[in-house]
């Protein structure tokens, strides 16, 4: 009887044991596969995120076929070295020094505006986003850097000592550009704004920061030789080859779906509705640029056209998470007509800008920015309001424009300031010989194009 007692009193401890555990293994399973599916999303966030990275160093290759093709054969050879070099020497110096004042040290006090931890992406005090790994931001954030710089190398075209050109793309790359990064997406003073300011993938940030350099280069180096006539008004110098220039734009709009929708940082289905808006806004700048050429001048222009679509792209990528797609096709048909006119109005004060650069990044950026304030179709809480035309009230667009003040104010004073200096110093412009003849001999000793006859045999 006394056996039967305790077989029975163990089997019941042995079932209570089991009924107790299960609940405990089942909740350890979940576990495991909960931290199962967040390795398998932070893994396919670090790829998508590379991969966004790799399309916008190819950018690089756009923007270098774009200049070249809009200039003169003879200084094709020195577009592409500058470009080369404004990711080459971009990318060590935002190794370096950049991406610290970027991103590194506290967001208090004199950190709302310049970082400092981090230099050499080294010590604890590196900064990362999410689930990225620290180098894979990183690239992500070096391929903007560069971005930024080789924007101005197209207003500075066909008449800037390579010299003056390499110490201007160091500086943006290492210091001016990593601090108007540090006002927002640094976490700085533009992003503490009661109403945050909003970039979500750079039209001011990036694009209006090379825009506004671009001014200044421009100015401190003059017009190229031949640009204006006797009586003062401006005269075209056709490019080299216009099937190069659309070539790199086309370039330029598929490194565009990893400026946008990688700017998102992650692998959601959201970069689907960003790669939308960013294809509405390209497809309506270039389509309107078209229509406003053919009935000014009669006959649509392929280069202006061009520089609709990029106008387009510029003018959305502030916007292109929170629009809708009707605001996205506005916003580039805006500015598709406002780069016509742009351009024009350079001309006109003799800005000699051979490319457009400063209308495409600059005025088109600040646009796109200060749309976000109007056509901005989503809220959340901390980064976002609706728009002024969305019910959202001012707000944002007060933001807005305090943003774009501030940064265009920075970088004009920043590079003027360079730009100033090195003219007095070392010299900005070659000399009348060297321009008339050619960047690609005087400068780097070989013309860009060599023909049959020009080999000794």
């Known amino acids: 009887m006394r056996k039967k007692s305790l077989k029975l009193l163990l089997a019941t401890c ?3 044991a089991v009924a107790l555990a299960s609940p405990l293994v089942a909740f350890a399973e979940e576990n495991e596969a909960l931290d199962a599916v967040a390795k398998v999303q932070a893994t396919l966030d670090n790829v998508w995120v590379l991969i966004a990275a790799v399309l916008v160093i190819f950018m690089q290759a756009g923007f270098a076929l774009v200049e070249a093709g809009l200039t003169r054969a003879k200084n094709v050879a020195n577009i592409f070295m500058k470009n080369l070099m404004d990711f080459c020497i971009g990318a060590l110096l935002f190794f370096a020094i950049g991406y610290a004042i970027a991103f590194g040290g506290e967001m208090t006090g004199a950190g709302k505006f310049i970082g400092g931890d981090g230099w050499f992406l080294a010590g604890d005090g590196v900064f990362s986003y999410g689930t990225l790994d620290k180098f894979v931001f990183f690239t992500f954030q ?5 971005t930024a710089a080789t924007i101005v190398s197209g207003a500075m075209a066909e008449r800037t000592k390579f010299k003056s050109y390499v110490i201007f793309s160091a500086v943006i790359s290492a210091i001016i550009y990593p601090v ?12 503490q704004l009661d109403t945050p300011f909003h970039d979500f993938a750079g039209s001011s940030i990036v694009h209006m920061t090379g825009g506004m350099a671009s001014i200044m280069g421009a100015y401190f180096l003059g017009p190229r030789k031949g640009k204006y006539g006797a009586d003062g008004k401006p005269r075209a110098i056709p490019g080299h080859s216009t099937p190069f220039a ?18 998102w940082l992650g692998a959601d289905p959201v970069i689907g509705t ?11 700048g270039a389509v309107i640029a078209m229509l406003v050429t053919w009935l000014k001048d009669g ?7 061009g520089n609709g679509l990029l106008a387009g792209l510029v003018a959305v990528t502030a916007g292109c998470w929170v629009v809708n797609g009707l605001g996205a096709i506005l916003i580039g ?6 780069v016509v006119y742009s351009v024009m109005f350079w001309d006109k004060v003799k800005i000699d800008d051979p490319v457009g650069a400063i209308s495409v990044h600059g005025i088109c950026g600040a646009f796109g920015t200060i749309a976000v304030g109007l056509f901005s179709a989503t809220e959340s809480e901390g980064v976002i309001k609706k728009g002024l035309f969305y019910g959202g009230g ?3 667009l007060v933001s807005q424009v305090i943003g774009v003040v501030a940064i265009a104010a920075f970088v004009l004073a920043a590079s003027g300031i360079l730009f100033f200096v090195m003219k007095k110093t070392i010299g900005l412009r070659v000399s009348e010989q060297e321009e008339l003849e050619g960047l690609d001999v005087h400068e780097h000793g070989v013309p860009g194009y060599i023909n049959d006859d020009m080999v000794i045999r």
Do not use: E, H
């Open 299 to 305: 006959k649509p222009d392929v280069a202006m056209t």
């Open 274 to 284: 960003i790669a939308v808006n960013t294809t509405l806004a390209g497809a309506a």
């Open 333 to 338: 048909l805006i500015a598709g007509v406002l």
């Open 142 to 146: 070096v391929a903007f850097a560069a």
């Open 246 to 263: 659309i070539l790199g734009c086309f370039i330029l709009l598929v490194g565009w779906y990893g400026f946008n929708p990688g700017s």
């Open 180 to 191: 108007v990064v540090r006002w927002q997406w640094g976490g700085g003073w533009l992003f």
């Open 394 to 396: 001012t707000d944002q």
């Open 14 to 16: 042995t079932a209570t």
